[in-house]
């Protein structure tokens, strides 16, 4: 290639790459005026959406403080009406409280004018009262030292009146609580253990077919009823009481063994010395397995464990031991079940007062070989074959020979007491029951001011007629508390005897 071809394409080329560069030039100046364009345009619009979305936040804005403005106004609002109520209720109150003050002041005013109306009285009073002494001093002629013991003996009578209406509401206020919650407890004891009673006597009367074989009996000099009152140790008394022999003996174990010796003689008919030996060792054994038995189902109907073999056998003999026609093994079986009844209702060791209960009479089955009250002969029987000290102390103390220190004892002494004196229960002979009507009698007529008394009720009730001259109410009222108290510790009784001072129409109530 020559040279000029050479500068020919050179100059070629250097204008195909100026032409390039410009067509490059110009293509990327119109792509850039476009974006700016486009940049514009997008500017313009958020610039737009802006101002937009400014306007309705303002908008809301603006809706949202006129809504917590008039949400304001109203609290507003309702507080002003509550702050007005409360300054209405304070007002009211105010004034009340200077209605009460007005009402105080003229109560005040009012007391002060009582206070001076009664100030004035007394000043009155005083007058009257010295006027009076100046009288009496000068009527009756009396001393200083006169007045005064006169002033004070109508002290005293103004004092001791006012005492015995004491004691009468406090006593009687006492009486009815306790005997309210004595009678619960005494009801439902009663109620739960209604026993049958059925009164009993000692069986010493044997009857015969006829009188012919009252000679058979006493044999030929007297040999047959010498050996029958040797074996038995009793007496036998044949009279002129028609088919009838009368066996007498303070034991009354004793007493059976001969009754069932003798009956069973006669209804044998062969009546001698050797045949009395025979029939009486039988009767003998006959007898003691009564006792064991009556023994054992004391025990059992009681539910009483762990006694001494000895006590089961003793407490056996109590059936046939009666005390005022009540058989006393029954006696003692019931009130183990009443003083355990009551004990349960107190919260007491209702265990301990049924053991007590059924052993409480145990000294009356050998009451005729020791000396000494039953109550005191059962305590020492029960403590020598190892009876706890409590269940001895309730035996001692059933019958007050010592005083009850235990829940239990008093329990104890409380069942015996009813179940003795209930209706039906016991019987008292004509003469006994006399002279304590006699007695009961007699202790009111030794007092100053009575004028007539009557034993009333079988005994249970003491009406006494006081001569109204002599004694007050005052007086009448300290009589009839003495009286109880007297009967009380003198007298044996069963049950409860009332005792009623009369005045005029006026009537004092007492029992004991």
Same mark, same amino acid.
């Given at each position: 290639?020559?040279?000029?071809?050479?500068?020919?394409?050179?100059?070629?080329?250097?204008?195909?790459?100026?032409?390039?560069?410009?067509?490059?030039?110009?293509?990327?100046?119109?792509?850039?005026?476009?974006?700016?364009? %486009?940049?514009?345009?997008?500017?313009?619009?958020?610039?737009?959406?802006?101002?937009?979305?400014?306007?309705?936040?303002?908008?809301?804005?603006?809706?949202?403080?006129?809504?917590?403005?008039?949400?304001?106004?109203?609290?507003?609002?309702?507080?002003?009406?509550?702050?007005?109520?409360?300054?209405?209720?304070?007002?009211?109150?105010?004034?009340?409280?200077?209605?009460?003050?007005?009402?105080?002041?003229? #109560?005040?005013?009012?007391?002060?004018?009582?206070?001076?109306?009664?100030?004035?009285?007394?000043?009155?009073?005083?007058?009257?009262?010295?006027?009076?002494?100046?009288?009496?001093?000068?009527?009756? +002629?009396?001393?200083?030292?006169?007045? #005064?013991?006169?002033?004070?003996?109508?002290?005293?009578?103004?004092?001791?009146?006012?005492?015995?209406?004491?004691?009468?509401?406090?006593?009687?206020?006492?009486?009815?609580?306790?005997?309210?919650?004595?009678?619960?407890?005494?009801?439902?004891?009663?109620?739960?253990?209604?026993?049958?009673? *059925?009164?009993?006597? *000692?069986?010493?009367?044997?009857?015969?077919?006829?009188?012919?074989?009252?000679?058979?009996?006493?044999?030929?000099?007297?040999?047959?009823?010498?050996?029958?009152? %040797? $074996?038995?140790?009793?007496?036998?008394?044949?009279?002129?009481?028609?088919?009838?022999?009368?066996?007498?003996?303070?034991?009354?174990?004793?007493?059976?063994?001969?009754?069932? *010796?003798?009956?069973? $003689?006669?209804?044998?008919?062969?009546?001698?010395?050797?045949?009395?030996?025979?029939?009486?060792?039988?009767?003998?054994?006959?007898?003691?397995?009564?006792?064991?038995?009556?023994?054992?189902?004391?025990?059992?109907?009681?539910?009483?464990?762990?006694?001494?073999?000895?006590?089961?056998?003793?407490?056996?003999?109590?059936?046939?031991? *009666? %005390?005022? +026609?009540?058989?006393?093994?029954?006696?003692?079986?019931?009130?183990?079940?009443?003083? %355990?009844?009551?004990?349960?209702?107190?919260?007491?060791?209702?265990?301990?007062?049924? #053991?007590?209960?059924?052993?409480?009479?145990?000294?009356?089955?050998?009451?005729?070989?020791?000396?000494?009250?039953?109550?005191?002969?059962?305590?020492?029987?029960?403590?020598?074959?190892?009876?706890?000290?409590?269940?001895?102390?309730?035996?001692?103390?059933?019958?007050?020979?010592?005083?009850?220190?235990?829940?239990?004892?008093?329990?104890?002494?409380?069942?015996?007491?009813?179940?003795?004196?209930?209706?039906?229960?016991?019987?008292?002979?004509?003469?006994?029951?006399?002279?304590?009507?006699?007695?009961?009698?007699? $202790?009111?007529?030794?007092?100053?001011?009575?004028?007539?008394?009557?034993?009333?009720?079988?005994?249970?009730?003491?009406?006494?007629?006081?001569?109204?001259?002599?004694?007050?109410?005052?007086?009448?009222?300290?009589?009839?508390?003495?009286?109880?108290?007297?009967?009380?510790?003198? $007298?044996?009784?069963?049950?409860?005897?009332?005792?009623?001072?009369?005045?005029?129409?006026?009537?004092?109530?007492?029992?004991?």
């Amino acid at each position: 290639m020559s040279a000029g071809d050479l500068l020919i394409v050179v100059v070629a080329l250097l204008i195909g790459g100026v032409v390039g560069f410009v067509m490059r030039k110009v293509m990327l100046d119109a792509r850039g005026k476009r974006a700016l364009e %486009s940049a514009e345009r997008i500017l313009a619009d958020a610039e737009r959406q802006g101002e937009t979305l400014k306007k309705e936040t303002l908008i809301e804005a603006k809706d949202e403080v006129f809504r917590m403005k008039a949400k304001t106004e109203e609290e507003i609002k309702e507080r002003r009406k509550e702050l007005n109520s409360i300054e209405s209720r304070l007002i009211q109150r105010e004034e009340n409280l200077e209605r009460r003050s007005e009402s105080l002041e003229a #109560r005040e005013q009012q007391l002060s004018s009582l206070q001076g109306q009664v100030q004035k009285r007394e000043e009155e009073l005083h007058a009257l009262m010295a006027e009076e002494r100046a009288r009496i001093e000068s009527v009756a +002629g009396m001393t200083s030292e006169e007045a #005064r013991n006169l002033l004070l003996r109508r002290i005293e009578d103004e004092v001791k009146h006012e005492a015995a209406a004491m004691i009468r509401e406090t006593e009687a206020r006492a009486r009815e609580e306790a005997d309210k919650k004595a009678r619960n407890v005494v009801s439902i004891a009663i109620q739960r253990v209604a026993a049958d009673h *059925t009164a009993e006597s *000692t069986v010493s009367v044997i009857h015969i077919p006829s009188d012919d074989l009252k000679g058979r009996i006493i044999g030929r000099e007297g040999r047959n009823i010498r050996a029958f009152e %040797s $074996l038995t140790g009793i007496n036998m008394i044949i009279d002129d009481t028609p088919e009838a022999v009368i066996l007498s003996s303070f034991d009354p174990v004793r007493r059976e063994v001969a009754r069932v *010796t003798l009956e069973s $003689l006669i209804a044998d008919g062969r009546i001698h010395p050797a045949r009395i030996e025979e029939m009486f060792q039988k009767a003998q054994t006959l007898v003691d397995q009564q006792i064991r038995e009556a023994g054992d189902q004391a025990v059992f109907d009681s539910d009483v464990h762990g006694l001494h073999a000895e006590l089961i056998r003793t407490l056996g003999r109590l059936k046939f031991r *009666t %005390s005022y +026609g009540q058989n006393v093994l029954k006696h003692s079986l019931e009130v183990a079940h009443l003083a %355990s009844v009551m004990a349960a209702e107190l919260g007491a060791d209702k265990k301990l007062a049924k #053991r007590a209960g059924l052993l409480h009479d145990i000294g009356k089955a050998i009451d005729h070989e020791t000396e000494g009250g039953h109550a005191v002969i059962g305590a020492e029987l029960a403590r020598r074959l190892g009876e706890p000290e409590p269940v001895v102390h309730c035996i001692e103390a059933h019958h007050a020979d010592v005083e009850p220190s235990t829940v239990e004892a008093v329990l104890v002494q409380a069942a015996d007491a009813i179940s003795a004196a209930r209706p039906g229960a016991r019987r008292e002979t004509l003469e006994s029951y006399i002279k304590r009507l006699e007695k009961l009698e007699s $202790l009111a007529e030794q007092h100053k001011g009575v004028e007539k008394c009557y034993a009333m009720q079988a005994g249970r009730e003491l009406r006494v007629m006081v001569k109204p001259e002599d004694l007050s109410d005052a007086d009448t009222a300290v009589l009839a508390r003495d009286l109880a108290g007297e009967i009380e510790h003198e $007298l044996d009784y069963p049950g409860q005897i009332k005792v009623m001072v009369i005045r005029e129409s006026r009537a004092v109530e007492y029992a004991k």
